[in-house]
């Protein structure tokens, strides 16, 4: 299996960081190639989303997602669960 690792430095707040990732209905307006995002639930720590991706060339696809979060560590963890990939997390 193929991994990538990669490291960025970013010069923002962290909790700002924290707050853009999760407000993932805001997506379709930054991301390119997302034109929706459909939640199916959302509690104190967890959501489980879809996000519709329709690229140029390829044809719409659609990654499901649970995404559990921590404010207090400052975590988010995202565990892919149905899509096109075999297998994506990120942290």
């Known amino acids: 299996m193929k991994k990538s690792n990669q490291v ?3 010069n923002h ?3 700002d960081l924290y707050n853009i990732v999760l407000d993932i ?3 379709p307006a930054y991301i390119p190639w997302c034109t929706q995002i459909e939640v ?3 509690n104190g720590s967890k959501i489980i989303a879809n996000m ?3 690229y140029k060339f390829f ?3 659609k990654f499901v997602s649970n995404v559990s979060f921590n404010l ?3 975590m988010i963890k ?3 669960i149905e899509g096109p990939l075999r297998d994506l997390v990120t942290i």
Do not use: H, W
């Open 59 to 61: 044809p719409t696809q």
């Open 8 to 10: 960025i430095e970013l």
């Open 78 to 80: 995202t565990n892919y």
């Open 72 to 74: 207090k560590k400052q």
């Open 52 to 54: 519709i991706v329709d």
């Open 40 to 42: 199916l639930e959302k």
């Open 13 to 15: 707040k962290a909790l």
């Open 25 to 27: 209905e805001s997506y």
